[in-house]
């Protein structure tokens, strides 16, 4: 395993991300297909025996039992001070008001909430998980600077939002010398590449380091246009991302990965790899192969051709994730 600085941090990172949104109680929250804990528990085990040290969930995963079972299986097989557990705030927790979004007051529950669930004493990278329209940003920023003073969180990042917003929240928090954000976890793959118009160059120019959910677009890349899973069937956010026509780009990744003799996950997660922005990319996995395919793409090299006939076929389209 290769590792990388998490962005301009000293912290170092595998090149790959655990997502374990796979993980979660089934009929708690919105995602049916997640492995229940005694499921889960292997691909932890594999994931740390290939040195992947990064490990990303949200505490609106499977309604709190993702973190729960991230949380289980990362003190009884790992060394707390060699991993990096990252997690998210802002997706409603419960009915009611303020049961979620990004005031002081979601915040200061919301990482007590987290810390309690992973069985933790901090977090060390903390995300917002979206941006709040109905928080004044302001209040986020400090109330995230706090939290970290507190010692509860190490660094702080963000996800999917329009790049004027991350550069205005960047800007406030150096005059308010605010603790920054270091990552932006945004929807970057093969079939969505909006992201390179204008959040990529500006992570970049500010010496933020992406790591990208949904690399290999919810599965689409690594199989036939017309197969399906189950995932795919229910998940209902995923239906809205991608269109037919991204199969001609998903057929160009079946040919390298023939020519190679690679599966298409690798050549896919290569791809995204190769982007000198992105430290690591956030992988699900619920099959063996998934993390075995994930580790080799780290050292799968494209030639510029292929990166050509990988890219050739894609199509502009509106903005897709931030909500």
């Not at 889960?40 to 040290?53: V, Y």
């Not at 609106?60 to 009884?76: K, M």
């Not at 795919?232 to 990744?253: C, W």
Request: hydrophobic share 40%; with cysteine.
């Amino acid at each position: 395993m290769e590792f990388t600085k998490l962005g301009m941090t000293g912290v170092d990172v595998s090149r790959v991300c655990l997502g374990c949104m796979s993980y979660g109680v089934p009929d708690r929250g919105t995602h049916p297909w997640s492995l229940d804990e005694e499921a889960s528990k292997p691909f932890f085990r594999q994931a740390l025996d290939a040195g992947i040290n990064f490990f990303d969930t949200a505490d609106a995963y499977s309604d709190g039992t993702s973190e729960e079972i991230t949380g289980r299986a990362l003190r009884e097989m790992a060394d707390r001070d060699e991993i990096v557990v990252a997690t998210k705030v802002f997706m409603p927790m419960r009915q009611g008001p303020n049961g979620g979004g990004l005031s002081r007051k979601a915040i200061m529950t919301g990482i007590d909430a987290s810390l309690r669930r992973l069985g933790m004493d901090y977090v060390d990278l903390y995300q917002i998980h979206r941006w709040d329209h109905g928080t004044p940003i302001e209040e986020t920023l400090e109330a995230l600077h706090d939290v970290v003073k507190a010692g509860k969180v190490r660094y702080i990042g963000a996800s999917s939002m329009w790049a004027w917003q991350f550069a205005k929240a960047l800007h406030l928090q150096d005059v308010n010398g605010w603790t920054r954000f270091v990552t932006m976890q945004d929807h970057y793959n093969l079939l969505y590449r909006e992201e390179e118009r204008e959040m990529l160059p500006l992570c970049g120019d500010e010496g933020v380091g992406a790591i990208p959910w949904s690399p290999l677009a919810r599965g689409r890349l690594t199989r036939d246009w017309d197969d399906s899973t189950s995932r795919q069937e229910t998940d209902e956010v995923g239906k809205s991302l991608y269109r037919d026509t991204d199969r001609h780009i998903v057929e160009a990744v079946a040919e390298i990965a023939e020519k190679r003799g690679v599966s298409r996950a690798q050549v896919a997660l290569a791809w995204v790899l190769n982007n000198p922005v992105v430290d690591a990319p956030i992988i699900g996995a619920t099959k063996e192969h998934h993390l075995a395919d994930a580790v080799a793409a780290v050292d799968l090299r494209l030639e510029d051709d292929e990166v050509r006939a990988l890219e050739e076929r894609y199509e502009p389209r509106g903005v897709a994730g931030h909500r």
